[in-house]
C-alpha cells in the first residue's frame, strides 16, 4: 500500500502536469489570487468571462491542486456547511436566506456539469445524487430529523426524502443498514482530473499560473512573495485550509485532517453482490461519519477523520496517513461491504480542510483595500467553490446580483481560540463524537451526548 505522497487520484493520472514556471520578479496585474485550488480557479474563471481584458494571476506555493481541491472525496455536494439558523440571521428579514442559498447551491451542481460539458472535460462526473445511510436506531431517528429538519426550511421530497431498508437494497447493499436518505443533488467527480482541466482552461483564456510560488503575506492591494510583490486592484485570498499559516489569520480557519483509503478494482463478482449501480456518493450517519464514492475504475474510496487536528494549526504536505486511521477507515469498508472485505488497499493518503468557528462559510469583498476572500467549506468545497467563484466575480466587479445578497456573502465569523485552547476544544469534540456513537450502537437511540456537543459547538 502506497501511503502519503498526493494520493490515489494524482497517481491515478500518473502525477501533476508538468510544473509551471514560479513567478520570476516583482509584478502588477489588476487582480491577483493567492491559491491555486478550485477557489482561485473557479474565481479567475468567472472573472476572466466576465470581463476578458483583466489581467489575472495566480500565485500557488505547490502547483495548483495541491490541497484538498486534489485530495478530497469527489463528492460535488449541493449541500453546505453550518446550521440553518446562522445563514438566517445574516439574510434579510422574513426573506427565507436559508432556502434561497441551498436552491442555489442545488444549482451550483448542474452550473458544474454545464462548464464540464461545455469545454468537454472529461472527470468521470455522474450526478447519482447522495445516500445517507443509518447503521443503527440512533442514526435512523437523527436521519429522520434531518429530512424534518429539511422540510421546515423549505426542501420537499424531491431534494431530500427517506427510504426504507428494502429500497436502500435496491440501489445498494449496506451491511447493517436500517434505512437511509436520498437527494439527487450531488454528483460524483475524480477531483483531480477535474482540478488538471479547469486550471488548463484558465490559462486557455488567458490568466497566468504562478507555481512554486509562495505568498508570504497578503494586506491592501499587495501580495508579498519571495519573488517580490504583486501589486494589484484585488487581491483574492483562496487559500481554505492552509489560511492559517498567514500573518494575523492563524485563529480565522483551523486546518482539519481529513483521510482517505482507496480499494485495488474490485472484481465483476464483488460489485454484482454490492449493486451500487446508480453511482451515488455515499455516507454513514455517524457523528464522526465515513464518506465514500465508487469510482469510474472500479474502486471503493473511502474517507472520514483520523487526527482531526495537530497542535498550533500545523498541516502536513506529504499527507502521510497514521497505520491506526487506515486501520479504522478499512474496518469500516469491511463492516458495511463484507463482499469487498479482501480487497487490498491500494493507496492512503491526507489533506486539510478549512473550518471557521461557526461550521458556515464566508465569502465577502472590501473595495476600498482591494481584498477579497471566501472559505470555510468544511469538507463541501468542491461544489461551493464554485459558487463562490461567482459570487466572488459580483462583489469585485461591483455588480449586484441574485448571488451578492446570499447570506453567505459578508460574513465574519469569531476566530478560534488561541492554543491550547483551540487544541484542546477540536481535538474534545471529536472524542466525544467518537464516544456519541459508540453510545448509539450499543443503545439503538441519538445521543444526548452527541446533542450537547452540537450545541456546544453552534453545529445544531
Same mark, same amino acid.
Given at each position: 500500500?502506497?501511503?502519503?505522497?498526493? &494520493?490515489?487520484?494524482? $497517481?491515478?493520472?500518473?502525477?501533476?502536469?508538468?510544473?509551471?514556471?514560479?513567478?520570476?520578479?516583482?509584478?502588477?496585474?489588476?487582480?491577483?489570487?493567492?491559491?491555486?485550488?478550485?477557489?482561485?480557479?473557479?474565481?479567475?474563471?468567472?472573472?476572466?468571462?466576465?470581463?476578458?481584458?483583466?489581467?489575472?494571476? *495566480?500565485?500557488?506555493?505547490?502547483?495548483?491542486?495541491?490541497?484538498?481541491?486534489?485530495?478530497?472525496?469527489?463528492?460535488?455536494?449541493?449541500?453546505?456547511?453550518?446550521?440553518?439558523?446562522?445563514?438566517?440571521?445574516?439574510?434579510?428579514?422574513?426573506?427565507?436566506?436559508?432556502?434561497?442559498?441551498?436552491?442555489?447551491?442545488?444549482?451550483?451542481?448542474?452550473?458544474?456539469?454545464?462548464?464540464?460539458?461545455? #469545454?468537454?472535460?472529461?472527470?468521470?462526473?455522474?450526478?447519482? &445524487?447522495?445516500?445517507?445511510?443509518?447503521?443503527?436506531?440512533?442514526?435512523?431517528?437523527?436521519? $429522520?430529523?434531518?429530512?424534518?429538519?429539511?422540510?421546515? #426550511?423549505?426542501?420537499?421530497? $424531491?431534494?431530500?426524502?427517506?427510504?426504507?431498508?428494502?429500497?436502500?437494497?435496491?440501489?445498494?447493499?449496506?451491511?447493517?443498514?436500517?434505512?437511509?436518505?436520498?437527494?439527487?443533488?450531488?454528483?460524483?467527480? #475524480?477531483?483531480?482530473?477535474?482540478?488538471?482541466?479547469?486550471?488548463?482552461?484558465?490559462?486557455?483564456? &488567458?490568466?497566468?499560473?504562478?507555481?512554486?510560488?509562495?505568498?508570504?503575506?497578503?494586506?491592501?492591494?499587495?501580495?508579498?512573495?519571495?519573488?517580490?510583490?504583486?501589486?494589484?486592484?484585488?487581491?483574492? %485570498?483562496?487559500?481554505?485550509?492552509?489560511?492559517?499559516?498567514?500573518?494575523?489569520?492563524?485563529?480565522?480557519?483551523?486546518?482539519?485532517?481529513?483521510?482517505?483509503?482507496?480499494?485495488?478494482?474490485?472484481?465483476?463478482?464483488?460489485?454484482?453482490?454490492?449493486?451500487?449501480?446508480?453511482?451515488?456518493?455515499?455516507?454513514?450517519?455517524?457523528?464522526?461519519?465515513?464518506?465514500?464514492?465508487?469510482?469510474?475504475?472500479?474502486?471503493?474510496?473511502?474517507?472520514?477523520?483520523?487526527?482531526?487536528?495537530?497542535?498550533?494549526?500545523?498541516?502536513?504536505?506529504?499527507?502521510?496517513?497514521?497505520?491506526?486511521?487506515?486501520?479504522?477507515?478499512?474496518?469500516?469498508?469491511?463492516?458495511?461491504?463484507?463482499?469487498?472485505?479482501?480487497?487490498?488497499?491500494?493507496?492512503?493518503?491526507?489533506?486539510?480542510?478549512?473550518?471557521?468557528?461557526?461550521?458556515? *462559510?464566508?465569502?465577502?469583498?472590501?473595495?476600498?483595500?482591494?481584498?477579497?476572500?471566501?472559505?470555510?467549506?468544511? &469538507?463541501?468545497?468542491?461544489?461551493?467553490?464554485?459558487?463562490?467563484? %461567482?459570487?466572488?466575480?459580483?462583489?469585485?466587479?461591483?455588480?449586484?446580483?441574485?448571488?451578492?445578497?446570499?447570506?453567505?456573502?459578508?460574513?465574519?465569523?469569531?476566530?478560534?481560540?488561541?492554543?491550547?485552547?483551540?487544541?484542546?476544544?477540536?481535538?474534545?469534540?471529536?472524542?466525544?463524537?467518537?464516544?456519541?456513537?459508540?453510545?448509539?450502537?450499543?443503545?439503538?437511540?441519538?445521543? $444526548?451526548?452527541?446533542?450537547?456537543?452540537?450545541?456546544?459547538?453552534?453545529?445544531?
Amino acid at each position: 500500500m502506497r501511503n502519503g505522497e498526493l &494520493g490515489h487520484w494524482w $497517481r491515478s493520472l500518473g502525477g501533476p502536469p508538468p510544473p509551471r514556471a514560479p513567478l520570476p520578479g516583482p509584478a502588477s496585474a489588476d487582480v491577483v489570487i493567492v491559491g491555486g485550488g478550485y477557489t482561485g480557479l473557479w474565481t479567475a474563471y468567472y472573472l476572466k468571462r466576465a470581463q476578458p481584458s483583466l489581467e489575472i494571476v *495566480v500565485l500557488e506555493r505547490e502547483h495548483a491542486g495541491f490541497g484538498a481541491s486534489g485530495r478530497n472525496g469527489g463528492w460535488v455536494s449541493g449541500f453546505f456547511s453550518g446550521p440553518a439558523r446562522v445563514y438566517e440571521r445574516q439574510g434579510e428579514p422574513h426573506g427565507n436566506a436559508f432556502a434561497k442559498l441551498q436552491r442555489t447551491m442545488f444549482d451550483t451542481v448542474e452550473e458544474i456539469a454545464a462548464v464540464i460539458s461545455e #469545454h468537454q472535460i472529461d472527470a468521470d462526473y455522474v450526478k447519482g &445524487g447522495r445516500l445517507t445511510v443509518a447503521l443503527n436506531g440512533g442514526q435512523l431517528q437523527r436521519l $429522520r430529523q434531518e429530512v424534518a429538519h429539511s422540510r421546515a #426550511h423549505g426542501l420537499d421530497e $424531491r431534494d431530500l426524502r427517506e427510504l426504507t431498508a428494502g429500497e436502500l437494497q435496491t440501489r445498494l447493499r449496506v451491511a447493517g443498514a436500517v434505512g437511509a436518505s436520498f437527494s439527487p443533488h450531488v454528483a460524483r467527480v #475524480h477531483p483531480a482530473k477535474l482540478l488538471t482541466a479547469l486550471a488548463a482552461t484558465v490559462e486557455g483564456l &488567458g490568466v497566468t499560473i504562478y507555481e512554486s510560488t509562495p505568498v508570504s503575506t497578503i494586506r491592501a492591494h499587495e501580495a508579498i512573495t519571495p519573488a517580490g510583490s504583486v501589486n494589484a486592484r484585488w487581491v483574492v %485570498r483562496a487559500t481554505e485550509g492552509y489560511t492559517a499559516e498567514l500573518p494575523r489569520l492563524r485563529r480565522a480557519l483551523v486546518p482539519i485532517n481529513s483521510s482517505m483509503i482507496v480499494t485495488e478494482p474490485l472484481a465483476p463478482a464483488v460489485w454484482e453482490q454490492l449493486g451500487w449501480e446508480g453511482l451515488e456518493v455515499l455516507a454513514d450517519g455517524a457523528h464522526v461519519y465515513v464518506y465514500l464514492q465508487r469510482t469510474a475504475d472500479g474502486r471503493i474510496a473511502i474517507g472520514g477523520r483520523g487526527v482531526p487536528y495537530r497542535f498550533g494549526s500545523r498541516t502536513d504536505a506529504g499527507g502521510e496517513t497514521a497505520v491506526a486511521t487506515v486501520q479504522s477507515l478499512h474496518a469500516n469498508l469491511r463492516a458495511m461491504f463484507p463482499p469487498a472485505a479482501d480487497a487490498t488497499i491500494d493507496h492512503a493518503w491526507s489533506g486539510v480542510l478549512g473550518v471557521p468557528r461557526d461550521w458556515c *462559510v464566508s465569502i465577502d469583498a472590501d473595495p476600498r483595500a482591494g481584498l477579497a476572500w471566501a472559505g470555510g467549506y468544511v &469538507g463541501e468545497g468542491v461544489g461551493a467553490a464554485n459558487l463562490a467563484g %461567482r459570487t466572488l466575480r459580483d462583489l469585485m466587479l461591483g455588480t449586484p446580483s441574485a448571488l451578492t445578497s446570499l447570506p453567505w456573502v459578508g460574513r465574519h465569523p469569531r476566530r478560534w481560540p488561541p492554543e491550547p485552547l483551540r487544541w484542546s476544544a477540536i481535538r474534545s469534540t471529536y472524542s466525544l463524537y467518537r464516544r456519541a456513537d459508540r453510545v448509539e450502537q450499543r443503545t439503538q437511540r441519538p445521543s $444526548r451526548l452527541g446533542r450537547l456537543v452540537d450545541a456546544a459547538t453552534g453545529r445544531e
